[in-house]
């Protein structure tokens, strides 16, 4: 079994979600290389921490 928080595989399957091992396995690799991404955000500025994406259907458009 993934070392995955037996709380979130519950969730899933509380929604009607039966994860496969598998999938498991790369939502906990996931996971973790995301919380790696986010390191320690303690004592940052969270204005300098805020970005926003937008999804503009159609492509790339400038304005």
Same mark, same amino acid.
């Given at each position: #079994? +993934?070392?995955? =928080?037996? =709380?979130?595989?519950? &969730? *899933?399957?509380? %929604?009607?979600? !039966?994860?496969?091992?598998?999938? *498991?396995? +790369?939502? $906990?690799?996931?996971? %973790?290389? #995301?919380?790696?991404?986010?390191? /320690?955000?303690?004592?940052? !500025?969270? $204005? /300098?921490? $805020?970005?926003? &994406?937008?999804?503009?259907?159609?492509? $790339?458009? +400038?304005?």
């Amino acid at each position: #079994m +993934v070392n995955l =928080s037996l =709380s979130i595989k519950e &969730l *899933l399957e509380n %929604k009607g979600i !039966n994860p496969r091992e598998e999938h *498991l396995e +790369v939502l $906990d690799r996931r996971w %973790k290389a #995301m919380a790696e991404l986010r390191g /320690d955000l303690n004592g940052v !500025n969270i $204005d /300098d921490a $805020d970005i926003a &994406l937008r999804n503009i259907p159609g492509g $790339d458009h +400038v304005e």
